[in-house]
């Protein structure tokens, strides 16, 4: 997590059932719930979301930037981190727009 975060990056993560609920409690990140708004919201990727139970993808100023993944590993995400940062950078010189990897689990 710290090193996801000193890349200029955060997590967010879209938990999918009640049992996933539990897993995130206390989590040092926010925890959103995969309901009809976020369906609406990936529009025609809400079929990959749905279909596996856990994917990650990295999600850039409203844009998901990266391939779907359905295995997401704390070091990878710490080791990715610096190149979509620098991505979002290029699509946003001003740094205003933030960026997340988010897992749905």
Same mark, same amino acid.
């Given at each position: 997590? &710290?090193?996801?975060? +000193?890349?200029?990056?955060? =997590?967010?993560?879209?938990?999918?059932?009640?049992?996933?609920? &539990?897993l995130f409690q206390g989590a040092p990140f926010p925890v959103v719930a995969y309901n009809e708004s976020?369906? &609406? +919201?990936? +529009?025609?990727?809400?079929?990959?979301?749905?279909e596996i139970p856990c994917v990650g993808v990295w999600y850039?100023?409203?844009?998901? =930037? !990266?391939?779907?993944?359905?295995?997401?590993?704390?070091?990878?995400?710490?080791?990715?981190?610096?190149?979509?940062?620098?991505?979002?950078?290029?699509?946003?010189? !001003?740094?205003?727009?933030?960026?997340?990897? +988010?897992?749905?689990?």
């Amino acid at each position: 997590m &710290e090193d996801v975060r +000193a890349a200029g990056a955060d =997590i967010v993560v879209c938990s999918k059932g009640d049992m996933d609920h &539990e897993l995130f409690q206390g989590a040092p990140f926010p925890v959103v719930a995969y309901n009809e708004s976020m369906q &609406e +919201a990936l +529009a025609q990727n809400d079929e990959m979301a749905s279909e596996i139970p856990c994917v990650g993808v990295w999600y850039v100023n409203g844009s998901l =930037i !990266s391939a779907w993944t359905s295995q997401v590993e704390a070091e990878d995400l710490a080791a990715s981190a610096p190149s979509f940062v620098a991505m979002a950078q290029e699509d946003d010189p !001003s740094g205003e727009d933030g960026m997340a990897a +988010a897992a749905m689990g």
